[in-house]
């Protein structure tokens, strides 16, 4: 997996599990992060590993959750301080609750307790995200 622009488009290049090359694509949005290769470079070791097929749903959905964070947040940089990712964590969980998709709320909250908490956890983990902030998990009706 490479991270590339083609036709004006962020994205990574890959080949999938039938051995075809093909363009995954991200939000224009990240076009506009200074430091887009580092959260490029993040991307390409929490996918190491994984299937072709689940590493492009699983961008997919960064697409509809954490870019929107911050494009709604009008970030140009991954934050620095407390505050900054505080911010950030609290915005993109958010995003799934208020979201106008069609998917119903049991299946955005799964995908924030699948796809984007365990990848911030990962940044946590690599001290990019402060220790003491909490990501929380998304609770179901009724749990």
């Known amino acids: ?9 962020p994205g990574f ?8 090359d093909r363009f995954a694509s991200l939000s224009k949005y990240h076009l506009n992060l200074q430091d ?14 994984k299937r072709s097929k689940t590493v492009v749903s699983w961008l997919k959905r960064m ?9 709604y947040l009008c970030i140009d940089h991954l934050p620095t301080d407390t505050t900054g990712w505080r911010e950030l964590v609290k915005t993109a969980y958010s995003v799934p609750l208020v979201s106008n998709t069609n998917k119903s709320l049991s299946t955005r909250v799964d995908e924030w307790n699948k796809n984007l908490k365990p990848f911030l956890v990962f940044l946590q983990d690599r001290d990019v995200i402060p ?8 609770k ?3 749990e």
């Not at 997996?1 to 488009?9: A, L, N, P, T």
């Not at 290049?13 to 075809?20: I, K, L, P």
């Open 63 to 71: 697409n509809n959750t954490l870019y929107v964070a911050l494009e």
């Open 131 to 138: 220790p003491h902030i909490i990501i929380p998990k998304m």
């Open 140 to 142: 179901k009706t009724g």
């Open 1 to 9: 997996m490479k991270y590339h622009i083609k036709d004006g488009k």
């Open 13 to 20: 290049n890959y080949t999938c599990d039938q051995g075809v």
């Open 36 to 49: 887009r290769d580092v959260l490029s470079d993040l991307f390409i070791l929490y996918c190491e590993g």
